[in-house]
């Protein structure tokens, strides 16, 4: 199994700001996710990280509202833009099992817009 | 488009009752269905992994079943514990590491 760490784990931003969220694996792992979970939600998948090309992102997610960087095989990074209180969630990322296709997760970043 | 739901949406069962967890799935044609466990404000631990050409896999108190040709899995928790109560998601993968989750069911174990 992979260990994943996220930093922040928690954070208290002001409306029109930005939030940079940071994942790092402890392997190298071709793909990485990242997910939102908005309160008392199921999670949604943002968008697919894969280390040298652009980042996939699923429908109702732009690059211009979350730009990803996935600089190698162990680390990767969301940025949250122009936030709203809308944007108030949980931001975790995820690696996949390239053999078994099971999924690990950070311990995710709580993110409080006001 | 894959769509996951999770019956019941809450569950709450004195210590010791066993128990079971249902998910459903619309696509059968899925690679892999993944149970997790969130505990509140917290990130999401695997639980077991059933992939397509597997029937059920047991993980000590757990066992999870599969079903793809009515679209179901079971999760069944022997001798609950308090220390069993968090919310339990159900994941169904159609393309490969591309995961739809259920919208979870939240378990309550009452000493």
């Known amino acids: 199994s992979a260990v994943i760490s996220q930093k922040p784990s928690r954070d208290i931003c002001q409306r029109g700001t930005s939030l940079t969220i940071q994942c790092q694996v402890d392997?190298?792992?071709?793909?990485m996710f990242w997910y939102r979970q908005q309160p008392g939600q199921s999670l949604t998948l943002i968008a697919t990280a894969n280390q040298g090309s652009e980042a996939t992102y699923e429908s109702g997610f732009v690059i211009d509202k979350f730009p990803i960087s996935r600089p190698n095989l162990t680390f990767s990074t969301l940025t949250v833009s122009n936030m709203s209180p809308e944007d108030s969630s949980i931001y975790l990322c995820?690696?996949?099992?390239?053999?078994?296709?099971?999924?690990?997760f950070g311990p995710g970043t709580r993110l409080t817009v006001t | 488009k894959q769509e996951v739901t999770q019956i019941p949406a809450a569950l709450s069962v004195p210590e010791g009752e066993n128990l079971v967890l249902n998910c459903s799935f619309t696509?059968?044609?899925?690679?892999?269905l993944q149970w997790f466990r969130q505990d509140p404000g917290k990130g999401l631990t695997s639980l077991l992994l059933i992939q397509s050409s597997q029937r059920e896999q047991t993980s000590g108190r757990l066992n999870a079943s599969l079903d793809k040709s009515s679209g179901r899995s079971t999760l069944y928790i022997a001798a609950s514990q308090p220390g069993d109560s968090a919310t339990y998601l159900c994941?169904?993968?159609?393309?490969?590491?591309?995961?739809?989750f259920g919208p979870g069911t939240r378990l309550s174990v009452l000493p």
């Open positions: 995820s690696v996949g099992d390239r053999t078994s296709y099971e999924q690990y």
């Open positions: 392997s190298q792992v071709t793909m």
């Open positions: 994941a169904a993968d159609n393309y490969g590491q591309n995961f739809v």
């Open positions: 696509d059968s044609a899925i690679y892999n």
